[in-house]
């Protein structure tokens, strides 16, 4: 279950399961089953209210009403229209219900020990106000346990944003495959838990429909990996160039200290004259050199990948070097000050992006240097990287990763701990150290979110930065013991 459907998508794999001959309330029922199980296998059973709209997320509660009753509960049903406007399978599970429609209003809600959200999901068109939105606020302010069927009322399943107002659940339970706003923020958070059950739509169905977005996953990336050869050596593992600061010299120290953890054959910090002493004895195993030299490194093809930005300060200098650098087309990874640098002139940046190169902004960073583009994060992701050329990561606590060619993935990794100074280098220099042994753009820039976020939830409350570089060796084992052998 990689792959993340826009709801048109969803709907398209809907239709075609259709088409095929498994009728549509089968599928009702399926999901609604689905729902069920995950709702009685967490809570006993108590008084439930259904709260239900005028489409098929409002089917599905008709489904969900009669099976919670089936299985003992006591159950009320609210529905957002008369009975006789629904139509197609939401009005044949209506005949099904033998309990009484409600009218939907407050009054529904007192004595609810559990409510289900069925007012609306894939098909929310517009803005919710006046009395709906009223009545979410007021299902928002109670205190039971809040199930969203597919996604939370109010949250739009392509871009995660939140329509007018929406429901803020404890738990999802979604169909067939996620979608981008179970994933994007504030959607993320609303969904609460988030549970992708199979309804009966068929695994090539979705692959016809060709996603490109993906969950970010070491499924989507692991073939990519360029582990070392039995009889490999260094030179075989790609030499990065980290280009430091002439004083703030711990943002490069942590991109070369997750560079060379990360597997990156040789590392060599390039900075002022004055700065190389500090960057010696952060860890023996880094060679320095004068970045008066960095023209000339760069002509020896083996020094093969880049990192330049965290540190470096903003300004012209920073500007030229870039553009020198870039010249050469090597692996590159661009961040920080290197983003900024170029707010007032992003064109001339895109222009010289040549080689394969990873845009790491943060959100403040993408703004100074898109500032025209807008939406969502993965559109503008993906609108960004085919502007710059470049693989685009928009880090936060809802990364997405966009290739110039239209593929993408969000990491689903939740590590708010990660929220903390230098985490952002430790990411640069993973993703700098991934490219230096080979790997592709994208896939070195998925995996660097991967081994980032996994690190932050697995290390958990009081990480720094510098444990981050330290896990890695945990996870890459655990990747390489993943390999078929
Ligand atoms: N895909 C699958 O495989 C399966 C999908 N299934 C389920 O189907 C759901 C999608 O059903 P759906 O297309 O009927 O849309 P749904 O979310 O019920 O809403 C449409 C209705 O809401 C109305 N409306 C919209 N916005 C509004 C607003 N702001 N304020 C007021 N009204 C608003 C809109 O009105 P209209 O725009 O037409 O005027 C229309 O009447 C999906 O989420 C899943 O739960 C499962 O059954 C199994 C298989
Ligand atoms: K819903």
Request: a negative charge; aromatic letters at 4%; glycine letters at 12%.
């Amino acid at each position: 279950m990689l792959e993340i459907l826009t709801t048109e998508q969803m709907y398209d794999a809907d239709r075609k399961t259709i088409e095929a001959g498994t009728p549509g309330d089968v599928l009702m029922e399926n999901a609604g089953t689905a729902v069920v199980d995950e709702i009685t296998s967490r809570w006993s059973p108590r008084s439930a209210t259904v709260l239900c709209g005028p489409g098929n997320n409002g089917g599905d509660g008709f489904v969900i009403a009669r099976l919670l009753r089936n299985a003992g509960w006591s159950v009320r049903l609210g529905l957002l229209c008369d009975v006789d406007k629904l139509t197609g399978d939401a009005a044949l599970n209506a005949k099904r219900w033998d309990g009484a429609v409600e009218r939907l209003s407050p009054a529904l809600l007192v004595g609810a020990e559990l409510i289900v959200d069925c007012l609306f999901g894939a098909g929310l068109a517009r803005v919710i106000d006046g009395e709906i939105a009223d009545l979410v606020h007021t299902v928002n302010a109670g205190n039971v346990p809040l199930i969203a069927v597919d996604v939370p009322t109010g949250v739009d399943g392509n871009t995660g944003e939140i329509r007018g107002v929406a429901i803020k659940a404890n738990l999802t339970v979604t169909f067939c495959r996620a979608k981008p706003g179970h994933y994007l923020l504030p959607g993320r958070v609303l969904c609460g838990e988030l549970v992708i059950r199979d309804i009966g739509i068929a695994d090539q169905t979705v692959r016809d429909i060709r996603p490109t977005l993906m969950r970010n996953d070491p499924a989507c990336w692991r073939a990519g990996i360029h582990w070392p050869d039995l009889d490999g050596h260094k030179y075989h593992r790609g030499h990065l160039l980290a280009v430091g600061g002439a004083t703030m010299t711990g943002a490069t120290r942590l991109v070369a200290r997750a560079a060379r953890r990360v597997g990156a054959g040789l590392l060599t910090v390039v900075a002022e004259p004055a700065a190389l002493p500090v960057y010696a004895s952060d860890s023996p195993g880094i060679m320095t050199a004068p970045i008066a030299n960095l023209d000339e490194l760069l002509k020896d093809c083996r020094h093969n990948a880049v990192v330049i930005g965290p540190g470096f300060g903003i300004g012209d200098e920073t500007r030229s070097r870039i553009i020198q650098l870039l010249h050469y087309c090597r692996c590159t990874v661009l961040d920080a000050d290197a983003l900024t640098s170029f707010s007032e002139q992003p064109s001339t940046l895109f222009f010289a992006i040549q080689g394969p190169t990873v845009l790491t902004p943060h959100e403040g960073e993408f703004a100074r240097l898109f500032p025209d583009i807008e939406g969502d994060k993965l559109t503008r992701a993906r609108a960004a990287a085919k502007r710059s050329g470049a693989t685009v990561l928009i880090k936060g606590a809802d990364t997405v990763i966009a290739a110039p060619d239209g593929r993408a993935a969000i990491s689903v990794i939740n590590a708010p701990w990660l929220a903390t100074a230098g985490s952002g280098d430790v990411l640069s220099g993973i993703i700098g150290g991934l490219m230096a042994q080979g790997m592709d753009m994208f896939d070195a820039a998925c995996m660097a979110v991967w081994l980032h976020a996994r690190a932050g939830a697995d290390i958990g409350p009081g990480l720094i930065a510098e444990d981050i570089p330290k896990h890695l060796p945990v996870l890459l084992g655990e990747l390489w013991r993943s390999l078929p052998k």
